[in-house]
């Protein structure tokens, strides 16, 4: 199973971004997915999870501006990205959630990813 992230790109502070995360050689409705981000030289970063279910989990920065979605019949994870700011710009990755988001508290714990299954992240950059 492996999942891919896209749909980043360059946007003014105040815009909006949708990403995308597919999954590749498996069901999605089984899992639940978490994105997280890491800017350069800072840590890696909770952002969102969403549960197999659909409960959905945000870091306190993206409350009120980031809401998540799955749609398991295309096998893909939004994450819609509304009044960016120039420090939500980073790399955003996807990621199955092991614990199925119970417990997702927006700290970022490696051990909460399954390992091999997210690939190289989307590249969302904000200008001021």
């Known amino acids: 199973v492996q999942l891919q992230a896209s749909g980043g790109g360059l946007v003014q502070a105040g815009g909006s971004l949708r990403l995308s995360c597919t999954m590749s050689?498996?069901?999605?409705?089984?899992?639940?997915i978490q994105w997280f981000r890491q800017a350069p030289g800072k840590e890696r970063e909770g952002v969102s999870c969403?549960?197999?279910?659909?409960?959905?989990y945000f870091g306190d920065s993206m409350k009120g501006r980031f809401t998540i979605s799955r749609d398991n019949v295309k096998n893909t994870v939004y994450l819609q990205m509304n009044a960016l700011k120039p420090e939500d710009a980073a790399v955003y990755y996807c990621a199955r959630d092991i614990f199925g988001c119970v417990g997702w508290t927006g700290t970022f714990l490696r051990s909460r990813l399954v390992k091999g299954t997210y690939g190289q992240g989307t590249l969302v950059t904000v200008s001021s």
């Open positions: 050689g498996g069901a999605l409705d089984t899992y639940a």
């Open positions: 969403i549960s197999s279910d659909g409960r959905t």
